[in-house]
């Protein structure tokens, strides 16, 4: 079976599409990570209206955090939305994958200890939940200790954990403690990213601008204050928590790591940094320019 069959197997078995219907002529399909408070832009794009002004119908579907990359590959979505380093790990490998916009600006996680852990130097020697030694989360970490003094010894810290909101809050209500919030360090970096097929790209270069516009419209929307109730209520009722819950989400997310931003464009300062990370964690060859793995079709004309 081939890998794009193999792909589309998988997708037929394990997703759940959840269709925007827009009543637009041009319709695009989607594939995106489970959604968390990192979806709020696509969210916010359905909910109020700005896929259906660009007269757009959007297909998204939801999947695990490594698949909407693969489903791009195979064919199956014609964006995907998801980790920058997913993008660029596949593209290092020779996929024919191009990043055409940024979702998620910083690295809005928090590293969640014990309670009695009162320092980063506390946690040489512990194991801790979390992604493999291989993953971005785990090189964030390593890059993290580094920058604080403290080595680490193979096979003495497994992984580290980093959750995001509303998870990082829900274990904060459990007695758990905030350690380190990432966001402090990591203040320039395109984590997550909409990517898509060079040969897309040129055959539909006007309907993925039109995409793109809509998400970042829906970014300016979410970064107003005065839009603060709605988008509460909205992620609330998407993500079934409750509002209060919601509302820590947004002061988090929005008010406080400015996680939205970028308002869809491409940050080349942030995309630099995401390589840097990948080449320090050996997850891709070398330290390429960034520039190879975006669609300068897509990056913002120099100020």
């Known amino acids: 079976m081939t890998t794009r069959a193999v792909c589309l197997a998988i997708l037929a078995l394990a997703l759940v599409g959840v ?29 109020r209206g700005f896929f259906a002004r660009e007269d757009l119908e959007v297909t998204i579907t939801y999947m695990a955090p490594d698949l909407p990359i ?4 195979a064919g199956a979505v014609d964006i995907a939305k998801s980790g920058t380093h997913f993008g660029i790990i596949a593209a290092a490998r020779g996929a024919e994958v191009k990043i055409i916009g940024s979702s998620i600006s910083g690295y809005p996680y928090d590293l969640i200890s014990q309670p009695h852990i009162r320092s980063l130097a506390d946690l040489r020697g512990t194991t801790i939940a979390g992604a493999g030694p291989t993953s971005i989360t785990t ?16 096979g003495r810290v497994a992984a580290s954990l980093a959750e995001s909101p509303p998870f990082n809050l829900r274990a904060v209500d459990l007695g758990k403690k905030v350690l380190v919030r990432y966001g402090d360090e990591l203040k320039d970096l395109q984590f997550s990213s909409y990517s898509t097929s060079p040969r897309l790209s040129r055959e539909r270069r006007p309907v993925l601008v039109r995409y793109l516009k809509s998400v970042g419209q829906a970014m300016r929307w979410l970064n107003d ?26 002061t988090f997310l929005v008010a406080e790591r400015r996680a939205f931003r970028g308002e869809g464009k491409n940050d080349g300062r942030g995309l630099a940094e ?19 793995f975006v669609d300068q079709a897509f990056m913002p004309p120099a100020p």
Not at 139 to 154: C, N, P, T, Y
């Open 274 to 292: 995401m390589v840097r990370l990948l080449a320090a964690g050996q997850l891709i060859p070398g330290p390429e320019p960034w520039e190879a």
């Open 139 to 154: 090189v964030i970490f390593k890059d993290l200790m580094a920058r604080h003094g403290q080595a680490l010894q193979s």
């Open 19 to 47: 269709p925007v219907t827009a009543g637009g002529a041009d319709r695009i399909s989607v594939g995106a990570t489970s959604p968390t408070a990192f979806d709020w832009d696509s969210m916010v794009a359905e909910d």
């Open 70 to 73: 693969k489903a791009l590959i």
């Open 225 to 250: 204050p005065r839009n603060e109730k709605d988008a509460v209520q909205l992620l609330a009722r998407r993500l079934r928590i409750d509002q209060a819950l919601a509302a820590r989400s947004y």
